[in-house]
């Protein structure tokens, strides 16, 4: 069951100009933490605090990626929007016996080491979701960003 929404990625082609755009044209606060390289993931990304949620700015720099594949055919724009749910295995199972197309996703490495799932573009009414842990995304998303960890919304 979905608990609460923890951001909104969005693919972009130069991540440099979208975070110039986002804070100095749009208003939004800079991120904690500047642009992050995420090499298992294959992108570098910023995370632009919106309340307790954020906006996640993302660059792929792997050419066969979902993100540079989301790209290449959309162009830039909503990637996914990120829900955390209380059993991500439980989840996938429920949705997939309803008929949902969902794919579960590994752990990629020390920052993302939790299991997370996409519901499909198709099955989501042209949104994918991204389904995480409760929980789990932000005690990852402070490793991320260099931040003590603890039970909290990030800064």
């Given at each position: ?32 933490a ?14 632009l ?39 991500v ?67």
């Open positions: 069951m979905a608990r609460r929404m923890t951001h909104v990625g969005v693919v972009v082609r130069n991540i440099d100009e979208a975070l110039e755009l986002f804070t100095k044209v749009l208003g939004f606060d800079p991120p904690p500047g642009i992050v390289d995420v090499p298992e993931a294959g992108v570098r990304c910023a995370h605090p919106i309340g307790n949620n954020w906006i996640e700015l993302l660059q792929s720099t792997n050419p066969d990626n979902d993100a540079a594949q989301i790209l290449k055919e959309r162009g830039e724009g909503l990637l996914h929007i990120a829900i955390e749910v209380d059993d295995d439980a989840e996938v199972e429920a949705l997939q016996a309803k008929g949902v197309d969902v794919i579960k996703v590994p752990p990629i490495g020390d920052t993302i080491d939790y299991t997370s799932a996409f519901v499909s573009r198709h099955s989501a009414k042209g949104v994918p979701l991204e389904l995480l842990p409760m929980g789990l995304v932000n005690q990852s998303m402070r490793k991320l960003l260099g931040l003590e960890i603890k039970d909290e919304p990030l800064p």
